[in-house]
Structure formats: C-alpha cells, structure tokens
C-alpha cells in the first residue's frame, strides 16, 4: 500500500490492521439475487448476471476512449461502459459469465456506466458480487471497492489470528457468542444477514468489556493510592439537622444518606454520584453529607452552574445551617462574602470554637484566586455542566476530599454505566409527600387568549407564574419570542398584576432584585429565558408557559417543568408552539405523556445522541465502533458484571 494512500486511512482512523477489522460496515447491500434486466427502469440500482455476449474498446473523439461489454441474462441485455479505462479488456472477455452491480442509467439501450462488476471463476469466492457486500465509511481518495478489496485480504489473513481473551469468560453462558475471529469475518463478510446483528454484539460487547476495565483499574488505582480523609463524624450536627426540617426524610433519601454516610467514613475518598428528578430532596442530603465533613473538623464547598443556582444554595444552606453556629459563605464572579471575614479566621483551626464554614460559589470556586484551608467535601450541583477537568481543578484545591456531585437532569442508563462509570451511583426516585401534581399541556397559539385567561385565574387565587421565552432579544427573524420584546406584551396581559424580568444579560443585584420580590409574592409573574431551569424555588409558583416550547430540549423542558409542583397546589404546565417539526412535535407528545425523568432521558438521548447530549464537557469516552450507547443498555450491564467477576 503506498504512503498517499496509507494517509488517507489514517483520517478515517485506520493505522494498522486492527484498525481496519475495527473498522465496521456502516450498511450492507444483498446482492446475492440477481434481476431480471428487461424489469429494470432508469434509475433503478441492482445486480445482474450473465454472460458476456459482446465486449470491446472504442476510441472516440478528442483522444477519449470507451470499453463497453454487453450481457444477456436471457430475459434482456444491458450494456456496461466505461471511460478512459481502457485497460479493463484485458479482464473481461466475450463468454465469460460476470455478475454486475450499479444504477441503470438510461433505457434504450438498458446501460450501466461504471458499475461494479466480478467473472465468476470456479473455486474462486466473490468479494463485491453474489454475496451480502459490506459498504463502508470513505474519505477522499479511498473508493468503496478498493477498500472492500483490502478488508477482504485482511479478513482472510489476520482475523484469524486474534486472541479471543474473553472466551472462557463466555463459556457457559446461556447466550451464544461468536468467537471474536468468527465475529470479524462476519461482520465484515456475512454469509447472511441476521449473521451480521450476532457479530455486531459480539464485538460491542467486547468494546464495553474492555472500556469497563479501564474504568475498573482506574478505580483500584485510586482506592489503593489515595488514603481518604476521617469524615466518620458523630451526629452532633447531623441528628439535630434532620430533626429540624420539619419533614420526615423519604425513604430514598435515606438510603442516599446512608450511601454518602459510609463512604465519607470509609478507607478511600467518595466519588458518588447523586441522582433525583426535580424536587425530589437531593439539597437535603448534600446538607447533611456538608455537616458530616464539618463534624469531622473539615469545610466544605458547594459548586453550582449559576449565580442563581449558587444563591438559592446560599440561602437555604444558610437558613439550615446558621442555629447551628456553621457559616455560609458565597463566593461569585460578582459576589465574594469569603474576602468580608477577617484573614484570620480562614485558618481553620485556630480558633478551637469555631466550625470550619461552607462555601457555595460558581465557576469562581474552581479558579486560582480562590483557596480555602482543609476541604473535606466538595458538592457539585448539575455535574454535567461541568468539564471533568473543572471537577479535577476543584478536588486539587484540598487533599483529595471527598466527592457528592449531583444532578437532576436524569442520566440515561447507558451513560451511568459508561460516562459516569467512575462514580459509585445513588438514586431517589421519590418524592416528597403532599407535592401537587404537575399537569402538561401542549397547545396552538390560536389558544393563548384562553391560557391567558387561567393565569390571571391562578395569580387571583394567589399563586405565581412563570412565562417562558427563547430569547433575550428579537434577533430579526421574527420567528422566536424574545423576553425583551414581549415584556410590555405580558404586562398588559397580566396587568394589575406585577411582572418581573429575568435573564442571563442582568447584572446580579438586578437578578437578585426580581428573584427577591418573587419569593416574597410581590412579583407575580416572573418572565424569563431558560435561566430559571437550576436553581430557583418558589412553592407558591404553580403555572409555566413555555413559548416557542418545540426549540428547546427534552431535559430543558423537563427542569423548567421542575420549578412548579414544588407546593402543594396542583401545578401546570401549557407548552405552546407553531408549525413544530415533526420531531419537535414528538418531543412536546413525549413531555405531555410522561413526567418520568429517566424515562424522557432515554428518550432524549435516543433523540440527540451521546455526542450532543454531553457535549465537550465529558472526555475519555472512547469512540465505539460497534457499541452503541443509546440501544446497548443489556451489553453495556453484561460487560460490566463480566469484569466485576473476572477482571
């Protein structure tokens, strides 16, 4: 193989021979039936086959020339061309019998220019005809045949030699698995193709095996290497914490609790993962795994996406924790309370009295400016809008500490298993009693005079509502409503009524202001972007209107569906959108069926795929070939409980 081609497989990442085995079929033609040539129209794309009746070279005007055969399987006869090859009469001749492959470009006469064609010659088996082909993923400068060609050599050379590791693995188990030899053969040269879904799990399978052993050793690495920090604690904070709230943990928090609670008294630092649909309690038990590293004479710092986030932890963290004597500190791109108190007292410890304090902050936690003595926790709220690195940079600011990151954004299961394999997994699936139900709606914008009408009702009764937009401004195409444009629009709809303004652009004590005077009732209906999805909390909020509904996400539409319901008053939500895709329409079906969390995460991900759905904030995900991380959850299990007993 020449360099200039050797560089051309590289950018479809094949640099050795087991890069390209790994290198699947993106589909597979059946050409093992030939048509019959007289049934065949323009245009049409098939497999023929007969003999060569007639065969020649042209030589045409302007140096050009043309080699022709003509083939009559019995019913009619089809003319293939091609030009400026003149060379190809040395490889096709007059009787011989050739199977043919390609688009019928025109009908009188019935030709095909450049197709695909093969002699069939006893003893020899055909690689691009009278089989099941492989089509594969090219890049320029590599064709489709050639590159069938070389997979074809390699099969038959090398796919042989491959150590099946796994085999005892698999001996014994009630599903059958093709040895991995076995299965690179027939996913890339099927004898049919149901053989083609067998070979394509086998090798899936092994994929996931050995990306769980890499999870796996990375695991034993750290458990091994890193001694954790004593958070044994003793429930002098704890017990009267829990006592305080006013509500009995549910039962999933409970077992949550008691998840973190033995891994922060544990020989190696936590890394858990907490998982719980909107409203379900998980700020309770942050709170509690918070007073479990300050019992144990260490701080603790909460990391959220938001400056709103970041305050309402700043407020319900310091109504819990202030009559236990615990400070709370906020630390911002806009606000740093941490700088106020004297110098002195950062240096934990020097003041036998005092309780070492929690900072909640933004990104401004994870940058250079910031340090803070003796981190025994860190908290990181809707871990995925955060980069793994963010994470790293945080947990390098103490020695190791433990580690709670949290999310409300349901994680499909194949994900847990891959992205988040490194964290050990709590759920609460779970509510806490005496929330209202949350009703869903979708609705034309021929509707919203009516829906109009319910929420003045609703703001009469003396609830609170949020009305939803795209945008912050119009940006020209008239198409998406945007909160500054419809402001004056929503007032005069809701008037008397006070209506406050949100959105990203605010400067904080703006933000501040209107979050204020919506939690004290004052506002009435807040208008906002999506930048009311994390982090604000309003029980007495029980409308959302969500316009241009179709343009955001299925996990979007699910967290701003979870700022209401949060009372006891039944709550609703009315998603209104005008000529939606037919996928957006789905997407709006789906949210008016289920108010399921796990389940829209499957969904969403069936939607968007991995890649869209983590973005660049998850690296180390390797690039499956055969794997598929939205349909192999029952693949992705077996390959874990494969290397949690051998590996």
């Known amino acids: 193989m020449g360099g200039e081609r050797a560089s051309r497989l590289a950018k479809l990442g094949i640099r050795t021979i087991g890069d390209l085995l790994w290198h699947g079929p993106?589909?597979?033609?059946?050409?093992?039936?030939?048509?019959?040539?007289k049934r065949l129209a323009k245009g049409d794309i098939a497999t023929v086959a007969g003999p060569i009746v007639a065969s020649g070279v042209k030589r045409m005007r302007g140096g050009r020339s043309l080699f022709e055969f003509i083939i009559d399987d019995g019913t009619a006869r089809l003319h293939c061309r091609w030009w400026n090859m003149p060379y190809m009469n040395r490889y096709y001749k007059t009787g011989d019998t050739v199977h043919v492959h390609g688009k019928l470009s025109s009908e009188k006469p019935r030709s095909m220019d450049h197709p695909e064609a093969e002699v069939a010659e006893e003893g020899e088996e055909f690689i691009h005809l009278k089989r099941v082909v492989p089509v594969y993923r090219l890049t320029e400068g590599i064709k489709q045949r050639w590159l069938r060609a070389v997979m074809w050599r390699a099969?038959?050379?090398?796919?042989?030699?491959?150590?099946?590791?796994?085999?005892?693995w698999l001996a014994g188990d009630d599903s059958h698995w093709l040895p991995l030899p076995d299965a690179f053969k027939a996913v890339h040269f099927p004898e049919d193709l149901e053989q083609t879904e067998m070979a394509r799990e086998r090798l899936a399978l092994e994929e996931f095996i050995r990306f769980q052993i890499q999870i796996q050793e990375k695991r034993k690495r750290f458990r091994s290497t890193i001694q954790a920090l004593d958070c044994t604690g003793d429930d002098r904070l704890v017990k009267p914490f829990i006592e305080s709230l006013g509500f009995n943990l549910t039962g999933s928090q409970q077992r949550a609790w008691g998840d973190v609670s033995l891994d922060m008294a544990g020989s190696f630092p936590m890394r858990r993962l907490l998982q719980g649909d909107v409203g379900s309690g998980k700020t309770a038990v942050a709170a509690c795994a918070a007073l479990r590293a300050i019992e144990s004479g260490f701080s603790a710092v909460v990391l959220a996406p938001t400056e709103i986030l970041a305050e309402q932890h700043y407020r319900v963290f310091g109504n819990w924790f202030s009559p236990l004597g615990i400070?709370?500190?906020?630390?911002?791109?806009?606000?740093?309370?941490?700088g106020e108190i004297d110098p002195a007292q950062r240096e934990l410890g020097m003041d036998d009295e005092a309780l070492p304090p929690v900072v909640v902050g933004t990104h401004a936690l994870v940058e250079e400016g910031f340090a803070l003595e003796n981190i025994g926790l860190a908290i990181i709220d809707e871990q995925h809008k955060f980069g793994v690195e963010q994470r790293k940079k945080l947990v390098k600011k103490g020695r190791y500490p433990h580690v709670l990151v949290m999310t409300a954004t349901p994680i499909p299961r194949t994900l847990g298993l891959t992205v988040y394999g490194d964290l050990d997994c709590s759920v609460i699936d779970e509510l806490p009693p005496g929330r209202g139900r949350v009703r869903t709606f979708v609705r034309t914008p021929e509707s919203l005079p009516k829906v109009w009408g319910f929420i003045r009702?609703?703001?009469?009764?003396?609830?609170?509502a949020y009305i939803v937009y795209p945008r912050v401004d119009d940006q020209g195409s008239g198409n998406?409503?945007?909160v500054n444009q419809e402001f004056e629009a929503v007032q005069e709809q809701l008037a008397p009524h006070i209506v406050g303004l949100m959105h990203g652009r605010l400067k904080s004590d703006e933000k501040e202001s209107v979050i204020g005077g919506f939690l004290s009732g004052e506002i009435k209906a807040l208008l906002s972007t999506s930048v009311i999805e994390v982090g604000v909390d309003i029980p007495n909020a029980t409308v959302m209107l969500i316009e241009n509904a179709d343009r955001f996400g299925l996990a979007q539409l699910h967290q701003l569906r979870g700022r209401i319901g949060r009372g006891t008053h039944e709550s609703f939500c009315i998603l209104v959108a005008e000529d939606a895709t037919e996928e957006g329409q789905h997407r709006l079906a789906v949210m008016e069926k289920s108010s399921d969390g796990f389940e829209l995460a499957e969904e969403d991900l069936r939607q968007r795929g991995p890649g869209e759905l983590l973005g660049q904030a998850q690296s180390g995900l390797p690039d499956f070939k055969f794997g598929n991380l939205i349909e192999d959850w029952r693949l992705i299990q077996k390959a874990r409980e494969l290397v949690a007993r051998h590996g």
């Open 26 to 37: 993106k589909r597979y033609e059946d050409r093992n039936q030939p048509h019959e040539i």
């Open 480 to 482: 998406l409503k945007a």
């Open 457 to 464: 009702e609703k703001i009469a009764e003396g609830r609170q």
């Open 155 to 168: 099969v038959e050379g090398y796919a042989g030699q491959m150590i099946d590791e796994r085999e005892s």
């Open 327 to 338: 400070t709370v500190h906020l630390h911002t791109g806009s606000k740093k309370t941490l």
